[in-house]
């Protein structure tokens, strides 16, 4: 149980072009879901929590216009990558919690983006 | 299909305690193993691990690879109460792409 799954896994795009990338959560409702963007140190960086129906909320430092968020479902989020730039080529990861009190996230298992 | 798991599930320990927690994984092509530690929203990065039986250690904090045996442990000695938190462990996977495979996670808890 508590499946998330992440497509594409890999996808490789030109510069400027714009790069959708999907969560799901398979078997659960998620209130909430996140997204996370891996450095090469293999830390990972929350760029945003998104809550079903309304606006996500950006950390610090990541440009809401460039990364765009939808959450437009109980069990998708959807993370838009505009106007790609090689800079932007990075492993982004989504994780869902299902809430009913616990803290638990479950994660995806990422998409790796290439920017030419 | 790829899978990784933790366990156990849930730990709760008094200070001072030593704790291990234990990740299995079944992959195929692995690259490395991650172990982060997450109490609010972020994991943080604790260890890679790449090689069988070698050790790493940051602090209280260590961690061992068994390839062999297809797992991984971390061990907590002396714990704090700041050492309560979710511990996730990752693997990572060359198939035809990058893949991380994260396990569900082991919620640790240190009581006073």
């Known amino acids: 149980g508590a499946v998330v799954s992440q497509h594409p896994s890999r996808v490789i795009c030109k510069s400027g072009t714009s790069v959708k990338i999907e969560c799901r959560s398979l078997d659960f409702q998620a209130t909430t879901m996140f997204w996370y963007r891996q450095f090469p140190k293999k830390s990972l960086m929350l760029m945003a929590t998104s809550n079903e129906g309304s606006k996500a909320t950006y950390e610090q430092g990541v440009e809401k216009d460039k990364f765009l968020i939808n959450h437009a479902s109980l069990t998708l989020s959807t993370l838009t990558v505009t106007s790609a730039h090689p800079e932007d080529s990075s492993f982004y990861i989504c994780?869902?919690?299902?809430?009913?009190?616990?803290?638990?996230?479950?994660f995806g298992p990422g998409t790796r983006l290439t920017v030419l | 299909e790829d899978k990784v798991v933790q366990s156990p599930l849930s730990l709760v320990v008094h200070e001072g305690d030593t704790v291990t927690l234990n990740c299995s994984y079944e992959?195929?092509?692995?690259?490395?193993l991650l172990w982060y530690k997450q109490e609010k929203k972020a994991p943080t990065f604790l260890f890679m691990l790449t090689s069988s039986g070698i050790e790493k250690k940051s602090g209280r904090l260590s961690s061992i690879l068994d390839k062999k045996e297809l797992s991984s442990i971390l061990n907590i000695t002396a714990t704090q109460t700041g050492d309560s938190a979710i511990y996730l462990c990752?693997?990572?996977?060359?198939?035809?792409?990058?893949?991380?495979?994260f396990g569900k996670g082991t919620s640790l808890l240190v009581t006073p």
């Open positions: 994780s869902a919690e299902a809430g009913l009190g616990t803290d638990t996230q479950y």
């Open positions: 992959v195929t092509n692995f690259r490395s």
């Open positions: 990752a693997v990572e996977a060359l198939n035809s792409g990058y893949a991380l495979n």
